[in-house]
């Protein structure tokens, strides 16, 4: 199977702006995650799509958006962009909970999450 | 609620040398605990991961950790450090594999002297 594919690997624009961020999961995964990566903050959740529905969302401002297609390709629109917008991006799937998880024995449950190389987005 | 502390943002080990990254983790139930790598210019990859029986897990290149509930730890450790074993590594839990609330610890450099 394919692995994670994030488009672009860079993206370079100014303050104000805005931008759209894509990731493809892996085949037959319904659950998509974003993360914000930064040296001084690390890595923090933005939000996680699941069949299409933003099923968590972390402690970030409403200029981040996103959502999932039926295909579950995903999407992340920054708005207004600002300076400390500048981060690698990453998107992350995995299987997702559902009826499928269910059957799965329990050592399985810990469903891992597979990582896309990220976007490198860079604010000026 | 969970939470993740990982000892040390920065690693220095000599080639040959027992790899030691320390990770302490805080949680109100059972925890499932992972731990990635990430090498430069990359994303995330799974090293390991704990859910439930065994407590010490084996994983890739090497790596393994131990579940010490009273001690609260999933220590990551390699008996012998490669130069290829320089990146950043981050510990992870999660609530009953809720892993769409996965928290990531700091990430802890580890730099291999030759």
């Known amino acids: 199977k394919a692995g994670v594919t994030q488009t672009p690997r860079y993206l370079i624009k100014t303050r104000g702006q805005q931008v759209t961020l894509s990731c493809s999961p892996i085949?037959?995964?319904?659950?998509v995650s974003w993360y914000q990566q930064t040296p001084g903050q690390g890595l923090q959740f933005l939000f996680e799509y699941f069949s299409e529905t933003q099923r968590n969302k972390g402690n970030f401002p409403g200029r981040f958006s996103g959502r999932q297609f039926s295909n579950s390709r995903s999407e992340m629109n920054v708005s207004t962009l600002e300076l400390g917008d500048s981060a690698l991006y990453l998107c992350?799937?995995?299987?997702?909970?559902?009826?499928?998880?269910?059957?799965?024995?329990?050592?399985?449950?810990?469903?891992?999450?597979?990582f896309g190389p990220g976007t490198r987005l860079t604010v000026l | 609620a969970q939470s993740v502390t990982q000892l040390g943002s920065h690693v220095s080990v000599s080639e040959g040398a027992l790899v030691l990254l320390r990770c302490n983790y805080s949680?109100?139930?059972?925890?499932?605990l992972f731990w990635y790598v990430q090498y430069p210019n990359q994303g995330l990859q799974l090293l390991l991961k704990y859910t439930t029986g065994a407590t010490l897990v084996k994983g890739i290149n090497g790596f393994e950790a131990e579940f010490k509930k009273s001690e609260t730890s999933f220590h990551l450790t390699k008996p012998s450090a490669h130069m290829s074993d320089a990146a950043e590594y981050f510990c992870?839990?999660?609530?009953?594999?809720?892993?769409?609330?996965?928290?990531f610890g700091t990430g802890t450099k580890l730099q291999v002297i030759p």
């Open positions: 992350a799937s995995s299987p997702g909970q559902g009826f499928e998880a269910e059957m799965m024995p329990v050592l399985e449950r810990g469903n891992e999450q597979f």
């Open positions: 992870a839990v999660s609530l009953s594999g809720g892993y769409q609330k996965v928290t």
């Open positions: 949680s109100s139930v059972p925890p499932y």
């Open positions: 085949s037959g995964h319904r659950s």
